[in-house]
């Protein structure tokens, strides 16, 4: 009896379009409906300077009319069609995604690529779309750790394009006409910057359906950024380096009428091509990720100091960070620094048991496989591997990393990046504390 059938995992087929762009896909007997995603490898910290946003909102003015149909019919047809369709911007990457019955493949990815290929960039629903994304900005900013994790990044990552809000912000936004958008889209929509993964009931001709609507062999518009990959770049440790003129560069306080006080606790951490990604992940997990962890439980479990309280990683291509995050009560913020700083410290002053190690793996390698199981993992899974790592990473690797990671790895980790004597504290909470 296989115990590890993941060790069997077939890589997707892969090839390269006539224009440049890559066409993964993975085929699953069990799956009754297929899904396309179109992935452009680049993000909002890839934007030119002064065009802070416009990733974000070329994603949302390609859904407003073709060169050939309104918004309105766009809309429609999918609808009639039964289509999921989703998209969204990160740091790294855009995304456009489709779930659709098999029967409606093929009119799908024609209206998809239609949309995305031949945007209308009519200038009134441009003007109305800054309308519809300053709104968007807006509720950000009412969103008290949306508000408080960009401020809190934008000071880690100084000048990096990593520090920027993905939104961009009203005044920049205003500014972008239909040429600049014409530009922008012939930049980042170059075949060069596409990935297409497609998963599930993938029938006969479904990959000549794709290829044929994203082939671009007569592409004359720019190469697209581009980027490659260099895993053996050297990376070293990383620390907070904030400038130390400042009255106190380890503390950011932001005040607005809410009741609770959201903070982010941290410091500069890794790129995700990084010799400690690994390792990080583990750490992570341990301090704040499950039920069991350190964090969770010496915070809410052990002191109820708050509610909501973990701990993740942001990993870009060439920086990122570690934090601590959640939400308290405004008079208990001081007492859950120290419990947060006491942990970290006791982490790399006592060391750990194997068997908090071997329990942590288990998370960690049990999150890896279920990511095998339906038909939208598979898609992401797939683009994410070629746009981050330009190669496919069989679950089997990762989780022989994982099993090869030591003691001494997750002590080395937490003295570079969760010194609790070099950390940045960032909260947002109200004016006055309430009187009760």
């Not at 802070?52 to 050939?68: A, M, P, Q, Y």
């Not at 998209?87 to 093929?106: G, S, W």
């Not at 809000?165 to 040429?179: A, E, H, K, N």
């Not at 439980?297 to 309280?309: H, P, S």
Request: hydrophobic share 40%; charged share 25%.
């Amino acid at each position: 009896m296989n115990l590890d059938p993941y060790r069997n995992e077939t890589p997707p087929r892969r090839e390269v379009l006539p224009g440049g762009a890559v066409l993964l896909s993975v085929p699953m007997r069990t799956a009754h409906g297929v899904t396309l995603g179109v992935w452009l490898r680049t993000g909002s910290q890839d934007e030119p300077s002064g065009l802070g946003g416009v990733s974000h909102f070329l994603e949302h003015i390609v859904f407003k009319g073709t060169k050939n149909r309104s918004a309105l019919e766009v809309a429609e047809t999918f609808d009639r069609m039964g289509a999921l369709v989703d998209a969204f911007t990160t740091k790294d990457l855009v995304a456009f995604t489709i779930r659709v019955l098999p029967e409606f493949f093929a009119e799908a990815v024609a209206l998809l690529g239609e949309m995305l290929l031949e945007p209308g960039m009519d200038p009134k629903l441009v003007r109305l779309e800054q309308d519809v994304v300053c709104e968007e900005i807006q509720e950000a900013l009412d969103t008290p750790e949306d508000r408080l994790h960009d401020s809190f990044s934008g000071q880690l990552y100084g000048s990096n394009g990593r520090g920027r809000p993905i939104l961009g912000g009203p005044g920049v936004v205003r500014t972008f006409g239909s040429d600049l958008l014409r530009e922008q889209h012939q930049r980042l929509f170059s075949p060069g910057n596409m990935v297409l993964s497609m998963a599930g009931n993938i029938m006969e001709g479904f990959h000549e359906i794709v290829a044929e609507t994203f082939a671009m062999p007569g592409w004359t518009g720019p190469a697209g950024p581009g980027f490659a990959h260099d895993d053996a770049a050297p990376h070293a440790a990383a620390v907070i380096d904030l400038d130390l003129d400042e009255a106190d560069p380890f503390r950011l306080e932001l005040t607005s009428p809410i009741i609770q006080t959201y903070f982010e606790i941290g410091n500069l951490g890794i790129p995700f091509h990084h010799e400690d990604r690994v390792p990080v992940f583990l750490l992570t997990n341990m301090l704040g990720g499950g039920m069991s962890s350190r964090i969770f439980q010496a915070v809410r479990e052990k002191e109820g100091l708050a509610y909501t309280v973990y701990n993740y990683t942001d990993m870009g291509r060439d920086i990122g960070l570690v934090s601590c995050a959640g939400s308290c009560s405004p008079d208990k913020l001081e007492r859950l620094e120290d419990v947060i700083r006491m942990e970290y410290y006791r982490l790399t002053s006592e060391g750990i048991k194997s068997s908090e190690l071997d329990s942590n793996r288990a998370q960690i390698k049990s999150q890896l496989v279920f990511s095998l199981e339906g038909m939208v993992n598979q898609m992401y899974r797939s683009a994410r591997n070629e746009i981050l790592y330009g190669r496919f990473l069989p679950i089997s690797e990762l989780v022989d990393q994982i099993d090869g990671i030591g003691v001494d790895d997750i002590l080395r980790c937490a003295e570079a990046y969760f010194n609790p004597d070099s950390l940045l504290v960032a909260t947002h909470g109200p004016v006055t504390y309430p009187d009760s």
